[in-house]
Each structure stands twice: as structure tokens, then as C-alpha cells.
């Protein structure tokens, strides 16, 4: 069984801050690595994927995957009130690329 | 505009009943993916389609059926089999050959 875990939090951060989330997962041939932003009630929203070793910069998220130690992190810098959600990491792997989601983190920033 | 659509957005099932789940998409992606999701949970996949006419179950295939007629349509019924079906329901889509999956805006489905 493909396991993708995550911590469920909730996670409180103040405004401004540096948010950090983290993931991770028990297939060593998984071969992509997603972040998705979800608010309550709403759909998933793709904000981050990563596929190599090493760092990912897009505004204010980064993403950072670490394979040798099957890890994946994403960090909000800046972190907004409006970033209050949460954020689920996703692994593809297996020859159908088949998407196993976590549980999901719960993130809020506090004004 | 482009998107993937799911109605309703709200449905309400009685016991012993069948009910259908629409989804249609026009971004012409090949794939298309039913998830479940349960309040604090992350999604866990029911059913998959990666071509018309075939399909393959999920981790969560109990009590659901589907069907692939058309590329763009991909509806899911949930049976009387499925004895705990309240949950929110989504629908993707992708590009068969890139990983990025879309959804759609989901269905919330709960039992009277």
C-alpha cells in the first residue's frame, strides 16, 4: 500500500511569517510530487509540482523534495491570511502515474 | 471557458435509492478520476478512466459504477450497496501524458 502522510496539524503561523509543511512517502519509485491548495468546501487548487531533487521557487511557495530520504516540503513565505487553507501533498507513481493524496495539513494564518 | 463541471452541488440520497453524479469536461484530456473525500481526509480514488469505453476501479470501488461512452463525460452512480456514501465527491481530468490533474467543483452527497 502507497502511503503519502502528513502532519494534520492545524498549523497556526502569524502573519508574515514563514509557513512550513511538510510530507512524506513510502514508494521509493514514486516519480512526481504535488502541492494542492484547498479551501473549505472548495475544490483542490494546484499550486506547486516538483519532479527533481532540490528546490522549486514559484512567488512565495517553494517547493523542496529530497528522494534519498523520500521527503517533500513546501514553504509559504510571507504567509497571508488569505493562505489559510489546507494544503495537501500528492505522489504519482506505478506505470498508470496514479495520484496518491495525504490527509492533508491544516493551515492557519493568524492576523 | 474550459473547465471540468460536476452537478449537482448538493444531493440528497434515501436509502435503497441509486444515484448519479454528473461530470463533463472540455479540456479534451484523455483521463478522467472520481475521488472520495471525508471530512478531515484526503482523497482517495474510486474509479479511473484513461480511454473511452474502459475503466478501471480505485482503491474505493465498492458500491460506485461508471461508465466512459463519451471522452468528455464521465458520470459515476453511487448504489444502495455503498452504505456510507455521505462525502464529498470530485471529479478530475488530465492530459493522459502530464501529471497535472484538474478538478472539477465537486459534489456534496449526503444520505436522508
Known amino acids: 500500500q502507497k502511503e503519502v502522510e502528513q502532519n494534520s496539524g492545524p498549523l497556526s503561523v502569524p502573519e508574515g511569517a514563514i509557513a512550513s509543511l511538510n510530507c512524506t512517502y513510502s514508494d521509493r519509485g514514486s516519480q512526481s510530487f504535488f502541492w494542492y491548495r484547498q479551501y473549505s468546501g472548495k475544490s483542490p487548487e494546484l499550486i506547486m509540482f516538483i519532479y527533481s531533487n532540490g528546490d522549486k521557487e514559484d512567488g512565495r511557495f517553494t517547493a523542496q523534495l529530497n528522494k534519498a530520504s523520500q521527503y517533500v516540503s513546501l514553504l509559504i513565505r510571507d504567509s497571508q491570511p488569505s493562505d489559510s487553507a489546507t494544503y495537501l501533498c500528492a505522489v504519482t507513481s506505478g506505470s498508470a502515474r496514479q495520484l496518491t493524496f495525504g490527509s492533508g495539513t491544516q493551515l492557519t494564518v493568524l492576523p | 471557458d474550459g473547465g471540468i463541471t460536476q452537478s449537482p452541488k448538493y444531493l440528497f440520497r434515501k436509502e435503497g435509492q441509486n444515484v448519479t453524479l454528473s461530470c463533463e469536461q472540455n479540456?479534451?484530456?484523455?483521463?478522467m478520476y472520481w475521488y472520495r473525500q471525508d471530512p478531515g481526509q484526503g482523497l482517495r480514488l474510486i474509479y479511473y478512466?484513461?480511454?473511452?469505453?474502459?475503466?478501471q476501479k480505485g482503491d474505493i470501488a465498492e458500491g460506485y459504477s461508471v461508465s466512459r461512452e463519451k471522452k468528455e463525460s464521465f458520470p459515476l452512480t453511487v448504489t444502495s450497496a455503498q452504505k456510507n456514501p455521505t462525502a464529498f465527491y470530485l471529479c478530475?481530468?488530465?492530459?493522459?501524458?502530464?501529471?497535472?490533474?484538474?478538478f472539477g467543483s465537486g459534489t456534496q452527497l449526503s444520505v436522508l
Open positions: 478530475a481530468s488530465r492530459i493522459q501524458e502530464n501529471e497535472k490533474l484538474f
Open positions: 479540456l479534451n484530456h484523455d483521463a
Open positions: 478512466s484513461q480511454i473511452v469505453n474502459d475503466f
